[in-house]
């Protein structure tokens, strides 16, 4: 049961088999070196889903399957509800007033919606990284990364909380960058490492599923091509979604894409097409994804 | 907003497409004078086309230059990529059908101003070439109307150039033990080949034909595992 998760250091026996509270160590206790290697990620299915802005509804009817361990780009033009979508995914689309959500949403079969489970510990398991690089700007780096844990466990030492700091650096590739400056504020970073350090902080409480809004938008090429290749190392450890608006992202850094969109404005968006990135940009099933993706349209 | 956009673009990709496929209406030219060289044994006309070889050759350089510029400056997608690679491969087809040529004629002057030694052998090559430019014709048009159906149609176009390209065969075989004859003979299937080549060529085209419509490729025939 999700609602268990924020009990994740006293894990206890359920009957049904594992659930997510169990399935792994807390992040507290977590002080292993930097893991490398890959772990099996968690699915993501949405049955029949709609989301509404009070009366408008933003997205229609997506049924859909996000596989784990890999990148899944959500393509389509502005107002299609792609990010709409995506905040569904972690119940941060209800944390606007008025909004409300329709059918399922499971991570490895288990209702993310359902009345018992703790909206906050789905936003814990299911990270997310904004398109603005949003560092707590006078907060240390260290800081930064260990904001999450502070807020979820009940006590850590020192010891530990510097393992997983150390951790979740490397995983965002920013260790070596600023391992002699970790007290120095967030905001002292450049966009990229900034970006990076909200990587590693959304990393830092060993998230199922990484949510990535427009992550490279506010970048430069060069820090956008660090990103991306972060992206592709972290896959081997976390179901990762990414909205892009940028199409050679989207085929560069997913393995599976999914392309949104509205027959006209103040109309739902609603799911076209998914399928394997190299088909989508080579040879999409539909017309509609065709004209998106060849730049015909949007 | 514009319904289409990228509305520059499509016309240079539609402007490189009529550009490329213009280069078969080069070959084609060039062919129909190796045919003439070879039924007139005309060294000078032999000579203007292995000279004229360098429009084909440039027309190739211009337009493979064009769409390398395409790929790196617009990044096309989905069909607009598909069209892009399968015009790099009718090029490179064009050039070799237009080298083929060369081929060709570069063999008239070996059997110099002398009458052909066989009749017959000169009516199968002549026949080989116009049913070879039937192919070029059909290649092209099955690429600007994407048919499918007229692009493998060219494989039993092709079986009868393969046909007379064995003709050819048996017949300088039987041309007896004349080493004047044989020597004109050699040059002779020398030619045949050479337009044999030039006909599978427009096949692969018609193979591009297949891969821009339907995003997949395969050979209509496989020469290394004939059915």
Known sequence: MLGAATKRSQPQEQPGGDTMAESRPTTATSTEPAATSGRPAKTIETRGVNLFYGDFQAVEEVTTTIEPNKVTALIGSSGCGKTTFLRSLNRMHELTPGARVEGTVTLDGEDIYDSRVDPVAVRRLIGMVFQQPNPFPTMSIYDNVAAGLTLNAKKISKAQKDGVVERSLRGAHLWEEVKDRLDKPGGSLSGGQQQRLCIARAIAVEPEVLLMDEPCSALDPVATLAVEDLIGELKSRYTIVIVTHNMQQAARASDVTAFFNLDATGKPGHLVETGPTQEIFTNPNKKETEDYVSGRFG | ?227
Request: aromatic share 4%.
């Open chain 2, 1 to 227: 907003m514009p319904e289409v956009a990228r509305a520059e673009y499509l016309e240079e990709l539609a402007n490189l497409e009529a550009s490329a496929l213009g280069g078969l209406d080069l070959v084609n030219i060039a062919l129909g004078r190796t045919l003439e060289a070879v039924e007139r044994q005309d060294v000078e006309l032999a000579q203007v086309v292995v000279a004229d070889d360098d429009r084909i050759d440039g027309r190739y350089l211009e337009v493979h230059q064009a769409l390398i510029t395409l790929l790196a400056t617009q990044s096309p997608v989905a069909t607009d990529l598909r069209l892009i690679s399968s015009l790099l491969h009718v090029l490179k087809n064009i050039e070799r059908m237009g080298d083929q040529c060369v081929n060709v004629c570069k063999v008239i002057p070996i059997s110099g101003n002398e009458p052909p030694a066989d009749e017959e052998m000169v009516r199968l090559i002549l026949t080989m070439g116009r049913q070879t430019k039937t192919l070029i014709m059909q290649a092209k048009r099955a690429f600007e109307e994407r048919d499918v159906e007229m692009a493998q149609d060219l494989v039993r176009q092709d079986d009868v150039v393969d046909n007379l390209n064995r003709d050819c065969f048996r017949l300088a075989l039987e041309l007896g033990d004349d080493a004047d004859k044989r020597e004109w003979a050699m040059t002779m299937l020398l030619a045949a080949r050479a337009l044999e080549r030039t006909a599978d060529n427009a096949v692969d085209i018609g193979e591009q034909v297949a891969f821009v419509v339907t995003g997949l490729f395969r050979e209509f025939e496989d020469a290394s595992h004939p059915s």
